[in-house]
């Protein structure tokens, strides 16, 4: 399991100092620089709504991005470790493109609003979702119309196709009056078949019923009757538990059926490589947009958390999954000093994340954070945020 962590910490005036404090408390868990860019920082208002409306996109562009890898794992119906080679993200690993994260100015210019890049993050993000649930639509569409023709060619006698199982000589072709009709009668009610179905109706032909052909479940039979008579056979037929293929012979209608079957098999083949090709090609823009909004995440909560002018260090760090509860619990008691800064206790306020009765208190009191941790759930004294990649753990 490879979850890294974006981390935020004061740098007092000195990055180089902070990096090593940091560095000096995880162990053997590499670190990362996370360089961002200097954003417009807006007003405070502004940074705690995009602090809730960041949650939310991170939610939700997370799952996002498993869903275009549980979709391109079920379409090529291969193991986690290829498909690992397909997911690139601008032409790298996701590993590699994490770990080497450099905030797309090109696409996202930092000199616009922040509010403006997330607005545009999520336009993107919608076009990319949008295309998806077409593309899907369009593929289940096909897929559905397959599933009936592999059905038809798969199934037991009273579903297939009679397409190469009755021939011409099985049936009258050219009589004004009669007409051959096709019934698969389950196997153990043949001898009722036999016995009964010149009865089911008025002008069955007498020992018209001939043994077509047979599987594990049905055999079917042949039988010549009056055509006008066919419909009330159809319905005595059905009470009997016999089905009354509809099937009339028709080569020129066979031809054209086997070929729509072929067109069918050669969209769907289609379909799912254009599918598959365009997500393999889209993945990199949709966790491009997941970690950008993680990085936004990390500039709006370290200007509340610490004030401005920002003065914070963004880290990247890949703990083990045995170290990190080690490692963050050393971080929290390093950091700790900033649990009762009067910054924290503004970031709490404005949340929303206290009790009213503490609302109540003065603005300039400053408090133990501990005394909150049943409101504040998962509370660092630092900014902290887990980036998951966990997709593909296993297959």
């Excluded at 010149?198 to 001939?210: A, Y």
């Excluded at 206290?354 to 630092?382: C, G, I, K």
Aim: glycine share 4%.
């Amino acid at each position: 399991m490879t979850i890294y962590w974006l981390l935020s910490v004061p740098a007092h005036g000195d990055g180089h100092v902070a990096w090593r404090d940091v560095k000096s408390r995880v162990g053997d868990a590499e670190v990362y620089d996370f360089t961002l860019p200097q954003f417009k920082i807006g007003t405070l208002d502004t940074l705690v709504r995009l602090s809730d409306e960041l949650a939310k996109f991170d939610t939700s562009y997370e799952n996002t991005t498993g869903k275009f890898i549980d979709t391109l794992r079920n379409l090529t119906n291969t193991t986690n470790s290829a498909l690992a080679a397909h997911l690139l993200v601008e032409d790298k690993s996701v590993d590699q493109y994490i770990r080497s994260f450099s905030w797309n100015n090109s696409k996202y210019r930092s000199d616009r609003s922040l509010p403006e890049i997330v607005g545009q993050i999520a336009d993107d993000m919608g076009v990319i979702d949008a295309s998806l649930k077409t593309k899907l639509t369009q593929y289940n569409a096909i897929k559905n119309s397959l599933a009936t023709v592999r059905r038809k060619q798969t199934g037991n006698l009273s579903v297939k196709a009679l397409d190469g199982i009755v021939t011409r000589e099985n049936c009258i072709t050219d009589s004004e009056y009669l007409i051959t009709a096709f019934v698969a009668v389950p196997k153990n009610l043949t001898k009722e078949w036999t016995n009964g179905y010149e009865r089911l109706t008025d002008m069955v032909v007498p020992r018209s019923s001939k043994r077509i052909a047979e599987d594990s479940e049905y055999v079917l039979y042949s039988v010549v009757l009056f055509k006008r008579v066919l419909d009330e056979f159809t319905t005595k037929a059905r009470d009997a538990r016999f089905i009354v293929r509809d099937f009339v012979y028709d080569e020129e209608a066979m031809a054209r059926d086997q070929l729509k079957a072929r067109e069918i098999v050669e969209q769907e083949e289609e379909l799912l490589d254009n599918i598959a090709e365009w997500i393999k090609g889209s993945f990199s823009a949709v966790f491009s947009a997941w970690v950008h909004i993680k990085a936004l995440r990390v500039f709006v909560e370290s200007i509340l958390r610490y004030g401005i002018p920002p003065d914070f260090l963004p880290i990247l760090v890949k703990p083990s999954s045995k170290q990190a509860p080690k490692i963050k619990h050393s971080l929290a008691e390093f950091y700790s000093y900033l649990e009762t800064s009067t910054r924290a206790s503004d970031r709490a306020k404005l949340a929303g994340k206290l009790s009213s009765a503490y609302r109540r208190q003065t603005d300039d009191s400053a408090f133990d954070m501990h005394e909150f941790s049943n409101v504040l759930s998962d509370y660092t004294p630092f900014v902290f945020f887990e980036l998951p990649w966990t997709f593909l753990d296993s297959d």
